[in-house]
């Protein structure tokens, strides 16, 4: 009976700790790939259409400048949608696009985006801009809030943003799991005094 209670207690702990221990390997994960010297993206963009209902973009370099002239390629699905060229000022347009998953490819790699139209998540953003960089490509995301936005927070405030985080942490459910897997072991009182 000892043996059995301890074997379940052993076999617990070790179930805890093989759902935590990965948490920081996923979490250090590089978010890029390196494909025949190619940076694609594992991570997909949510992006909201304009008001214009259009896919919109910008490419600059690794001081902030505008890339003039840049071929970008918007393929949905493996096949082509369009293929644009920047601006003067470095961004690109596509006119009509539907909701969906696109793959935009540039100078500075490929990007895999989730194009929404009314509902869009709360992360979504209202363009991506790609940046070339000598050493590997980073990207970020532009607000379409004009200059007098403080940020995306303050032009769409993010309800129960709070709650949210913590509902979707893998820590959380992990300690969720953990405390379902442990607390019936705990009250098993199935042990006789004889």
Known sequence: ????????????????????????????????????????SSDI??????????????????????????PVVIAQQGNVVAELNTAADGRYQLADAAPGVYQVASYAGVQTIRLHAAGAPADSVDGVVQVIDNEGVARGQYCAGGASCQGCDQCRP??????????TSPLTWTAVIAAAIAIPLALDDDDDAS
């Open 45 to 70: 963009k949510n992006v909201r259409r304009g008001k214009t209902v259009a896919l919109r973009g910008a490419i600059v370099d690794q001081s902030g400048k505008p890339v003039a002239g840049a």
């Open 1 to 40: 009976m000892r043996n059995t209670k301890l074997l379940k207690s052993v076999v617990t702990i070790v179930t805890c700790a093989a759902m935590i221990v990965p948490q920081p390997a996923m979490a250090a994960a590089r978010a890029t790939q390196v494909v025949d010297g190619i940076q694609v």
């Open 158 to 167: 993010k309800r129960f943003a709070l709650l949210k985080k913590v509902a």
